[in-house]
Structure formats: C-alpha cells, structure tokens
C-alpha cells in the first residue's frame, strides 16, 4: 500500500528535473525509488491506467455523481439500483451491448468518496410516513 500521495510524488519527480538525484528526491520525498524511477522514465499511475478501463469516463462519473448530490439536496437520495440505471443509459451503444459489472458500484463509490451510503430504513405507512424496501439503500452527499 502506498504511503505517499500523487503530490509528493510529482514534487520528487520536479526535484529529479532540477537536479536532485533519483535516490535523494525518492528518499527526500518518501517515494519508493522503482515508482520514482518508472515515473521519471514516463510511466502512467495506476490510476491513470486504470480509467482506460472504466465503463464511463471521468467526466460522466463527475456529472454522475453530481446527479447524487442535487437528488440528495432535494431530498430525494437515489438508491443504488437508481445510480445503476442512469449509469447504464451513459454507456455507449455497441454490439454487443457494454453492461456494468456487479462491483461497479462499490467502484463508483470508492472513486466518488464524497457520496455515501446511507442504510435503508422502514418507515409507517401513516400520512406523516413513508415506507421503503429494505434492499434500497439511498446515497447522500457528505
């Protein structure tokens, strides 16, 4: 598990341009060397590499996400099966058609960490109530 951030990493690679050695900027910094070394030789962070592989892009899981927080502002906090069907109505047409895999979800919420998930509740059917399926779990911003 890394133990430094994306910042400190680009920090020691600018050291590296401006004359600092791969070994002092790695030691200055708290970056393992192999990282800093194939970081300065120009290979891509994991996380780069991995959004080739995602079913949206950046940008739709921004406005994705977005989407959340208004509904949640309004009160009305999407539950994941909703999430799941307006992601799947982004997705580019082809044949055969691109679905999102079971864990996309989890994903989702672990690239999006300012949404969360709230635990479903039940409520009374009484005028003042409303009552929800246990499996629906709502996200809130937060």
């Known amino acids: 598990m890394q133990n430094y951030t994306e910042d400190a990493l680009q920090r020691a690679i600018l050291a590296n341009k401006e004359g600092l050695g791969l070994r002092k900027a790695a030691k200055l910094w708290g970056i393992p060397l192999t990282t800093l070394y194939d970081r300065v030789k120009g290979s891509k962070s994991r996380k780069v ?8 892009s950046r940008k739709q899981e921004t ?17 994941h099966s909703q999430v799941i069907a ?10 055969p058609p691109i679905r999102l ?19 479903g ?16 779990r709502p996200l809130e911003y937060g």
Not at 101 to 119: A, D, Q
């Open 49 to 56: 590499v991995a959004e080739a592989r995602q079913r949206l």
């Open 63 to 79: 406005e994705l996400a977005g989407w959340v927080r208004i509904q949640d502002a309004l009160g009305n906090a999407p539950s």
């Open 86 to 95: 307006i992601a799947s109505t982004l997705l580019p047409p082809s044949d």
């Open 101 to 119: 895999g079971k864990h996309w979800m989890e994903g989702f919420l672990k690239r999006n960490p300012e949404i969360k998930t709230l635990r």
């Open 121 to 136: 509740f039940l409520r009374n059917n009484e005028p003042s109530g409303y009552q929800t399926h246990p499996s629906e």
